[in-house]
């Protein structure tokens, strides 16, 4: 804020020069530009579905349907193939929020306890062991998706939404616990002193303390969870058998599914839809979900 | 701190508070401990486990018959990982340059005092949201030759421009750069905003009393130091270009032929379909040895900067 303020004021305080606002008026031409531009792939998926094929042969990417044609929506959502079967993405969808709910809240609560021991339980290693803790935030997981694969077989949860419930908290709650980490530093360690020379143990202070405190770090890391889970494509397609797939396996499957003619306006259909409860959330809470990306990128 | 608070409670009821105080040094360990052992072995146990399987001769499964470097050896006379690698050289300088100029760019112009920034800042930013898979299907849409970009353009009176690089091989890794710098450059726009708006104001104040004008000021005195978003930037777009593997499987498959591979798919496809483990697990090393190349010298930086403060 500060430095736009302080600039701002001392160039308003004169009278602005012409060159200035037509610097002014340049600026906010190349602003809107390129808002366009980062709106124009998804307008175009948009108008793509609402167009029949005929209209889609015919027409440009930006012409507009001839009416509001929502049958590509309709056969997306429940008729369109995706690879073996014809059901649609809706089955999909339905297996992506029964992986996501589970893993983001799963991983949410060990996240939760993990931050709140390495910060205010610190034992001898802790602060190691977050070390290498983080690193795993960075490791590419083909060095793990083979192992993994066995043992998910061993296991007995190879192709199951478990597994892929399993693989998701293993390789998030390294995120997990570094948001609640960071957030968790920043609490005055007076506060638990207090309430330890009280008498209040491990859980007690957690529960009463900083629980309700937590909300803002929660919704943070519940947001951040749910769209890299729900966006995952390697895992998913690693891990998952026929029918446990996630959408985002589906979709591919539904676009480079090759039977017939190419029907460009339920690819896109199918891809909003698949894009749209990330979207959903990024709409309604997009504070979070900033403050998480650049939870990771800017240390605590 | 645990040996001092609890010092000072069994002065109050020693018998009692010595139970307790062994429980609560317990109970932590104890909270900790399932992530303790899933990390070992998850992380660093698979990860040995891929380096020990990268010097078998392990094909459709996992054999332990060791053959020394000769995976490595194969990988690197490997037409299509040398393609791959290439490309991700490529991809990854492209897509790391033009991520950081638009988005110092962008969140430069966005720090003027805009009206509705808000509203502006959203859309820059919302690609980020999207899966890959959603994006590589988008441009897949709109790069294609025969109905996309190209057509829209000659349909607009621009009769001799044409747009095939989707279906070039010497010009699709450009595609990949295309998806991929509309999906992650708002991400670095917001990096670069939250520092601006972290930069003192004192420091801007007294450049404008020297006379400096709002370039200089920028050139000279914002951006510089602004360097530690610099490095976080480069290495977290570093990190999602090695790792790209969904964009490729969405945008172009690999294709025309493997000339859009990348590390990340040659490892999937050899691991998992062409029943190549030994090679696949050989091209996973150099993928985790690309990552550490950038990762130990910048938390090197960060933990020897944190022992500065």
Redesign the interface.
């Given at each position: 804020m500060t430095s736009a303020n302080t600039m701002n004021s001392s160039s308003s305080r004169r009278q602005k020069t012409p060159l200035e606002h037509i610097l002014r008026v340049a600026l906010y031409i190349c602003l809107l530009g390129m808002a366009a531009v980062y709106l124009m792939p998804f307008l175009v998926m948009f108008l793509t579905s609402l167009k029949d094929v005929e209209e889609i042969r015919s027409g440009t990417l930006l012409s507009l349907p001839g009416s509001l044609n929502f049958d590509a929506w309709g056969k997306a959502w429940g008729g369109a193939c995706t690879g073996s079967s014809c059901n649609g993405i809706a089955p999909y969808f339905m297996n992506s929020f029964q992986i996501v709910i589970p893993a983001v809240l799963i991983s949410t609560i060990i996240g939760a306890l993990n931050g709140y021991v390495i910060s205010m339980w610190k034992f001898k290693g802790s602060d190691i062991f977050f070390g290498a803790l983080l690193i795993g935030c960075f490791i590419p997981f083909q060095v793990i998706l083979l192992p993994m694969a066995r043992t998910l077989g061993w296991l007995g949860i190879a192709n199951t939404t478990t597994g892929l419930v399993f693989v998701h908290v293993v390789y998030g709650v390294a995120f997990t616990t570094l948001f609640f980490r960071n957030f968790y530093q920043g609490i005055p360690s007076d506060l638990i002193k207090a309430a330890r020379l009280d008498g209040a143990g491990f859980f007690t202070i957690f529960r009463r303390i900083i629980l309700p405190i937590s909300t803002p770090i929660i919704v943070v890391t519940i947001i951040w969870q749910f769209t890299q889970i729900w966006n995952d494509f390697l895992f998913g397609v690693a891990f998952s058998g026929f029918d446990t797939q996630p959408v985002t396996v589906a979709l591919n499957n539904l676009v480079n599914t090759s039977f017939g003619g190419k029907e460009y306006n339920v690819d896109m259909a199918a891809a909003i839809l698949a894009a749209l409860p990330t979207l959903l959330v990024y709409v309604l809470a997009g504070k979070y979900f900033v403050r998480g990306l650049t939870a990771g990128a800017v240390k605590g | 701190?645990?040996i001092k608070?609890?010092s000072?409670?069994s002065k109050a009821t020693p018998a009692a508070q010595a139970k307790?105080f062994s429980?609560?040094?317990f109970?932590?360990?104890l909270?900790?401990a399932?992530?303790?052992v899933?990390?070992i072995i998850?992380?660093?146990?698979?990860?040995i486990?891929?380096a020990v399987?990268s010097m078998t001769n392990s094909r459709m499964l996992?054999s332990y018959d060791f053959v020394g470097l000769r995976q490595y050896e194969r990988l690197f006379e490997n037409d299509r990982w040398i393609v791959a690698l290439t490309n991700l050289g490529i991809f990854g300088a492209l897509f790391i340059l033009i991520c950081l100029f638009?988005g110092v760019m962008?969140a430069i112009?966005?720090?003027?005092?805009?009206r509705n920034e808000g509203a502006?800042r959203?859309?820059?930013?919302?690609?980020?949201?999207?899966?890959?898979?959603?994006?590589g299907?988008?441009?897949?849409?709109?790069l294609n030759p025969t109905?996309?970009?190209e057509?829209?353009m000659v349909?607009?009176g621009f009769e001799s421009f044409t747009f095939d690089w989707l279906v070039n091989p010497d010009k699709v890794v450009y595609c990949l750069v295309i998806a991929a710098v509309?999906q992650a450059s708002?991400?670095v726009m917001?990096?670069f905003l939250?520092g601006?708006?972290g930069?003192?104001?004192d420091l801007?104040?007294a450049a404008?009393l020297d006379g400096a004008n709002?370039f200089t000021?920028y050139r000279r005195i914002?951006l510089p130091s602004l360097k530690p978003?610099f490095f976080?930037?480069v290495v977290?777009l570093s990190?999602i270009a090695?790792?790209s593997?969904?964009l490729v499987?969405?945008l172009t498959?690999g294709g025309p032929g493997y000339s859009s591979d990348l590390?990340?798919n040659f490892?999937?496809a050899h691991?998992?379909t062409r029943s190549q483990?030994g090679l696949?697990?050989a091209?996973?090393?150099v993928?985790?040895g690309?990552?550490l190349a950038i990762?130990i010298p910048y938390l090197y930086s960060?933990l020897r900067g944190e022992r500065h403060d």
């Open positions: - | 701190m645990t608070a609890s000072l409670e307790s429980l609560a040094d109970i932590p360990k909270v900790m399932p992530t303790i899933v990390t998850c992380m660093y146990g698979y990860m486990w891929t399987l996992p638009l962008l112009f966005l720090d003027q005092k805009i502006i959203t859309i820059y930013l919302y690609p980020m949201a999207i899966s890959f898979i959603v994006t299907t988008a441009w897949k849409w709109l109905n996309g970009l057509k829209m349909d607009w509309w708002g991400f917001a990096l939250a601006l708006r930069v003192d104001g801007i104040k404008n709002i000021t914002i978003v976080s930037a977290i990190h090695i790792k593997f969904d499987a969405a498959n590390p990340a490892m999937y691991t998992f483990i696949g697990s091209s996973a090393m993928m985790l690309c990552v990762l960060e």
